[in-house]
């Protein structure tokens, strides 16, 4: 026994000396920070639990219909009555969540996530000395999971400041503190794990992934850096078994700040908008494109009252460069957007037919209302049926318009079969679709697919940039293969 813990103390040691950093003892890293407990003390004052309350009504279940003189009918009716269900009318039923939040302000401002307080008809803050106060809603944004409370205590409350996210670095230390299974004032410490998350989560996905024990409850408290600022907001955990398994994420400062200064001014988010809807650039799509590399986000649909129009935008331009800053896929671009003013002039790089624009566009609104592009209307052509890429095409008719339940004043060649061992298949190309453009350019034939595939081919170019619209009229970009 002695021997094998001898052994394993030697191999661990040896490891981390192997792993450690030029200059930067061995100990020092397995170690740790020397103690959390000063900055705990610090900031756990300005850590809150939330108490979140809904109330629903349901409607009760009917008496049964007993025939007149049925033994035991009024032994019926007193069970049914006693069950609050011996009329059709309706009760309420409560329920309750608890999250985490924090004190930003020491009037009484406090942050905490939207889905902590969903719809709640009754909203207490609890603090660390056991206060409980009423708390109500300033403002709350679903896209970035935030809400902004407001109490009224008797005294200043304990605050905390928030940091800059973006300086940041994986292997950082941080603290988490919160009300994980409603036990209030619980403190966990790990590192940042990763930055620039995307969980699917909403539009501006850029979460901070830590190792720090985050559990349920923890949503809406705060992550710290070793300065006491906070630098996230506690929002999800990836994990099988409900409890935390090491991979938490947190909002960061850099996105929550913005917003919630919103929240505070308005009861509302101002994001700015462009008016374009994007898609992804992968390798094949920039090939095509003659953008040397993937990189931007193209440009698959135009809204025809939003800004992108007037300032000169078209479908199939990619987008590189945002207000200064490099577009390095399609993701960071909503988030640039959103995080500006509303009517700022922004300088907006693009990529057209291979040669580098510049466009300026006065920013929108965009709770205003942002809309998909609609296609551009046209007459239908005669049907002529001919393959290529793996389809069957034919000119757009009334008969295919009813087959494939085509919108009305869509423009392009349909689509009638797709072979299933074809790239276009790979590429969730299907019957009914219609294929708008072909390498930038409309088509509205058959013939005009196959012309524009042929030239393409003596370019040199190895995939065909479609643009494909479903029945519906939405638009995508697809690269297909012509190998």
Same mark, same amino acid.
């Given at each position: 026994?002695?021997?094998?813990?001898?052994?394993?103390?030697?191999?661990?040691?040896?490891? #981390?000396?192997?792993?450690?950093?030029?200059?930067?003892?061995?100990?020092?890293?397995?170690?740790?920070?020397?103690?959390?407990?000063?900055?705990?003390?610090?900031?756990?004052?300005?850590?809150?639990?939330?108490?979140?309350?809904?109330?629903?009504?349901?409607?009760?279940?009917?008496?049964?219909?007993?025939?007149?003189?049925?033994?035991?009918?009024?032994?019926?009716?007193?069970?049914?009555?006693?069950?609050?269900?011996?009329?059709?009318?309706?009760?309420?039923?409560?329920?309750?969540?608890?999250?985490?939040?924090?004190?930003?302000?020491?009037?009484?401002?406090?942050?905490?996530?939207?889905? @902590?307080?969903?719809?709640?008809?009754?909203?207490?803050? /609890?603090?660390?000395?056991?206060?409980?106060?009423?708390?109500?809603?300033?403002?709350?944004?679903?896209?970035?999971?935030?809400?902004?409370?407001?109490?009224?205590?008797?005294?200043?409350?304990?605050?905390?400041?928030?940091?800059?996210?973006?300086?940041?670095?994986?292997?950082?230390?941080?603290?988490?503190?919160?009300?994980?299974?409603?036990?209030?004032?619980?403190?966990?410490?790990?590192?940042?794990?990763?930055?620039?998350?995307?969980?699917?989560?909403?539009?501006?996905?850029?979460?901070?992934?830590?190792?720090?024990?985050?559990?349920?409850?923890?949503?809406?408290?705060?992550?710290?850096?070793?300065?006491?600022?906070? #630098?996230?907001?506690?929002?999800? /955990?990836?994990?099988?078994?409900?409890?935390?398994?090491?991979?938490?994420?947190?909002?960061?400062?850099?996105?929550?700040?913005?917003?919630?200064?919103?929240?505070?001014?308005?009861?509302?988010?101002?994001?700015?908008?462009?008016?374009?809807?994007?898609?992804?650039?992968?390798?094949?799509?920039?090939?095509?494109?003659?953008?040397?590399?993937?990189?931007?986000?193209?440009?698959?649909? /135009?809204?025809?009252?939003?800004?992108?129009?007037?300032?000169?935008?078209?479908?199939?331009? #990619?987008?590189?460069?945002?207000?200064?800053?490099? @577009?390095?896929?399609?993701?960071?671009?909503?988030?640039? @957007?959103?995080?500006?003013?509303?009517?700022? !002039?922004?300088?907006?790089?693009?990529?057209?037919?291979?040669?580098?624009?510049?466009?300026?566009?006065?920013?929108?609104?965009?709770?205003?209302?942002?809309?998909?592009?609609?296609?551009?209307?046209?007459?239908? !052509?005669?049907?002529?049926?001919?393959?290529?890429?793996?389809? !069957?095409?034919?000119?757009?008719?009334?008969?295919?318009?009813?087959?494939?339940?085509?919108?009305?004043?869509?423009?392009?060649?349909?689509?009638?079969?797709?072979?299933?061992?074809?790239?276009?298949?790979?590429?969730?190309?299907?019957?009914?679709?219609? /294929?708008?453009?072909?390498?930038?350019?409309?088509?509205?034939?058959?013939?005009?697919?196959?012309?524009?595939?042929?030239?393409?081919?003596?370019?040199?170019?190895?995939?065909?940039?479609?643009?494909?619209?479903?029945?519906?009229?939405?638009?995508?970009?697809?690269?297909?293969?012509?190998?």
């Amino acid at each position: 026994m002695g021997l094998r813990r001898a052994f394993t103390s030697f191999a661990l040691a040896a490891a #981390v000396s192997l792993a450690a950093p030029a200059g930067i003892p061995s100990a020092a890293l397995a170690r740790g920070p020397e103690s959390l407990a000063d900055l705990s003390e610090q900031v756990i004052d300005a850590v809150v639990n939330i108490s979140a309350s809904t109330t629903v009504e349901t409607r009760n279940r009917a008496l049964p219909q007993l025939p007149p003189g049925t033994p035991f009918e009024d032994l019926f009716e007193e069970f049914f009555n006693r069950r609050g269900q011996g009329d059709n009318g309706t009760r309420q039923r409560r329920s309750n969540s608890l999250g985490s939040g924090f004190v930003i302000d020491a009037s009484g401002i406090v942050v905490t996530n939207n889905h @902590v307080i969903g719809d709640a008809n009754e909203i207490s803050v /609890i603090f660390n000395d056991g206060t409980k106060l009423k708390a109500e809603i300033i403002g709350k944004d679903s896209k970035l999971d935030l809400a902004v409370l407001r109490v009224k205590p008797d005294k200043p409350l304990k605050a905390v400041k928030f940091g800059d996210s973006d300086k940041l670095r994986i292997g950082d230390w941080v603290i988490a503190i919160g009300n994980p299974f409603g036990l209030g004032g619980s403190v966990s410490a790990g590192i940042v794990s990763a930055r620039n998350r995307n969980i699917d989560q909403g539009p501006y996905d850029n979460y901070i992934q830590t190792d720090a024990a985050i559990n349920k409850g923890n949503s809406g408290g705060p992550l710290f850096n070793m300065n006491g600022e906070v #630098v996230g907001i506690n929002t999800a /955990i990836l994990s099988p078994s409900g409890g935390s398994v090491g991979i938490g994420f947190a909002v960061p400062s850099s996105l929550a700040a913005p917003t919630i200064e919103q929240l505070r001014e308005f009861g509302e988010t101002r994001r700015g908008w462009l008016g374009v809807r994007i898609q992804g650039v992968d390798d094949a799509t920039a090939e095509a494109l003659n953008l040397g590399r993937a990189r931007g986000a193209l440009v698959a649909g /135009i809204d025809e009252k939003g800004p992108a129009k007037p300032a000169g935008l078209e479908v199939g331009d #990619v987008i590189v460069r945002f207000d200064g800053k490099d @577009v390095r896929e399609s993701r960071d671009l909503p988030r640039m @957007v959103a995080s500006l003013p509303v009517g700022k !002039e922004v300088e907006v790089v693009i990529v057209r037919k291979g040669k580098e624009l510049t466009k300026t566009v006065k920013l929108g609104r965009l709770e205003d209302g942002e809309k998909q592009a609609s296609a551009a209307p046209g007459e239908p !052509e005669k049907p002529l049926v001919k393959s290529a890429l793996g389809l !069957e095409l034919s000119s757009l008719n009334d008969e295919l318009k009813r087959r494939f339940n085509i919108k009305e004043g869509l423009k392009g060649v349909v689509v009638t079969r797709v072979d299933p061992n074809s790239a276009a298949a790979d590429k969730r190309i299907q019957a009914g679709d219609l /294929i708008v453009e072909v390498g930038q350019e409309p088509v509205n034939t058959p013939a005009d697919v196959s012309k524009r595939l042929e030239a393409l081919k003596k370019e040199g170019k190895k995939s065909a940039l479609l643009l494909v619209a479903n029945a519906q009229g939405e638009v995508r970009f697809v690269a297909v293969s012509m190998e």
